[in-house]
């Protein structure tokens, strides 16, 4: 856990500019070769000089795919690519129903397959050389722990002297690049376009998260991963998948559909015991109440941080780490599972895992000299909520305030899940808003209240306060001695989505701010 110490001015890391990748010429037909096409009209024998799925980022010589998008069709947008100045494209549409764009009058190719998005990932690894064929690319999928799980891998082999590349939720940053996720799992394109930059600065190491989203959009389609990390599964991500059984489904694809050479898996998690159950594939479980090839035993939590045996089929070592919380015991395992199958000796793992400070937005604690203690976690769904509440009463004797709220436009079921959580687990909960959306924010709040207990009581218990900002200062000016104030939900994250646009909005800022204004006061 870090401790962010507070002064007058707090910053957080800044946007670096980009690596800039070295001009590529490919051959149309290279591209495509060994994709299953349906249909061609035109010359495949063209040097493409860039690929896009966006029309707008279309260049002279460009390659356009069209893909079918979660609100607009990339089709409609051909028209538009061809204007400025793509040579070709790739989409689902029959190609004669494309007659008006005058294809062969104007040099143009038009390549009709079955799967836009598959032939996305396809075209854009044979574009940039096959990136993932020649470097170590860890993929770490799962519900909770792989942002944190990246933040342990990158610690682990950078103490080992290993330049590595991170690609996931929080930030992109490999080199002298760093920027703000977008998403968790970008487009094919951008991750093979991230891949060959990292291999150009000399990087081989890689470490992807992967989101349930882009294994089912294809996005990590064609890549070849040297390990497969699965963490764990709770409820999540409902408002995209149909049930629990798609969503868990969708999750295994990254060890089912992808070329993989070893896999960790958490065998404590059911859907974890699946993946084992269904592989031949070399694989080293992990777990502790599970015998399992990396255990961890003898565990001992504290405020100040947890120690555990760490056993191996090599030997066991000790580990002190200042993570808090058994759910970081488990993203700790599949940390050194993964440096284990990768050749790394005991010691080095030993050292490695020690030399974790803090993960960003991850039971980050606020200290400003206050006498309770405020922690920000990303915790968003009822599971990570609960260990997370549960990893906080190794930090206070005294009251747990819990502050939340949940995301608009997102699945509607686990919000009553979260109430019930926070109130069970927690001494009073300050019921607010997260990103609304576009969603009502009192409608959100109606949704949480469902899971209030019975005999759970208004103002003694729990209040309702849409503000953030305001539920935020409510926590922190009634915290007393001894007290944890726990703000939950968005972690790292500097802004909020509000139906009227997006605002710069940081928890951890928010809090140093209500700190400092609570301790002059004093």
Request: with cysteine; net charge neutral.
């Amino acid at each position: 856990m870090e401790t962010i110490e507070c002064k007058n001015v707090l910053t957080f890391s800044q946007k670096i500019p980009a690596i800039v990748n070295k001009k590529r010429i490919s051959k149309l037909s290279q591209l495509i070769k060994g994709f299953p096409v349906l249909n061609v009209m035109g010359t495949l024998e063209k040097e493409i000089s860039s690929i896009a799925f966006d029309s707008r980022k279309v260049e002279t010589g460009s390659l356009f795919v069209a893909i079918p998008g979660l609100k607009q069709d990339g089709s409609r947008f051909i028209q538009d690519a061809i204007g400025r100045g793509a040579v070709a494209f790739i989409t689902e549409l029959p190609l004669d129903q494309l007659s008006a764009l005058g294809l062969v009058s104007n040099g143009l190719t038009a390549i009709c397959v079955e799967d836009s998005r598959r032939s996305l990932a396809w075209v854009s690894a044979a574009h940039y050389g096959h990136p993932s064929r020649s470097m170590n690319l860890v993929g770490i999928t799962g519900t909770n722990g792989k942002t944190t799980l990246t933040y342990i891998l990158e610690t682990l082999y950078q103490t080992r002297g290993v330049k590595t590349g991170v690609i996931g939720t929080i930030n992109y940053r490999y080199g002298n690049f760093q920027a703000p996720a977008s998403v968790t799992t970008p487009e094919s394109l951008d991750i093979n376009r991230m891949l060959a930059d990292m291999a150009e600065y000399g990087i081989q190491d890689c470490f992807l998260e992967v989101s349930s989203h882009s294994l089912a959009l294809r996005r990590v389609a064609e890549m070849h991963f040297s390990l497969g990390i699965f963490t764990n599964l709770s409820r999540d991500h409902l408002d995209f998948h149909t049930d629990m059984d798609d969503y868990k489904n969708t999750k295994k694809k990254l060890f089912q559909d992808n070329v993989m050479e070893k896999q960790i898996i958490n065998i404590d998690d059911p859907t974890g015991q699946e993946i084992v159950n269904e592989t031949t594939r070399p694989t080293l479980t992990t777990g502790i109440d599970h015998a399992a090839d990396i255990r961890a035993e003898h565990c001992s939590l504290s405020k100040t941080g947890s120690k555990f045996t760490l056993k191996t089929p090599s030997g066991s070592r000790e580990i002190h780490t200042r993570l808090l919380g058994r759910h970081n015991i488990y993203n700790l395992l599949s940390g050194a599972g993964a440096a284990y199958a990768q050749g790394f000796s005991l010691d080095e793992i030993q050292q490695g895992l020690q030399a974790i400070t803090h993960i960003p937005g991850r039971f980050e604690r606020i200290d400003c000299g206050q006498d309770f203690s405020v922690v920000v976690d990303y915790a968003h769904t009822h599971e990570a909520l609960a260990k997370v509440l549960t990893a906080t009463r190794a930090l206070t004797l005294k009251n747990v305030i819990v502050v939340f709220g949940c995301g608009g436009d997102r699945d509607r079921g686990k919000r009553k899940e979260m109430g019930r959580v926070a109130l069970e687990l927690g001494d009073f909960t300050v019921i607010t808003s997260d990103n609304p959306r576009t969603e009502d924010p009192e409608r959100i709040i109606e949704d949480i209240l469902k899971g209030v207990p019975a005999g759970s009581k208004k103002s003694q218990d729990y209040i309702v306060i849409a503000d953030r900002k305001k539920a935020i200062e409510y926590a922190i000016d009634n915290a007393r001695s001894g007290d944890l104030v726990l703000i939950a939900g968005k972690g790292h994250e500097n802004y909020q989505i509000l139906n009227s646009g997006t605002i710069h909005f940081d928890d951890r800022e928010i809090a140093v701010n209500l700190l400092n204004q609570r301790m002059s006061c004093d």
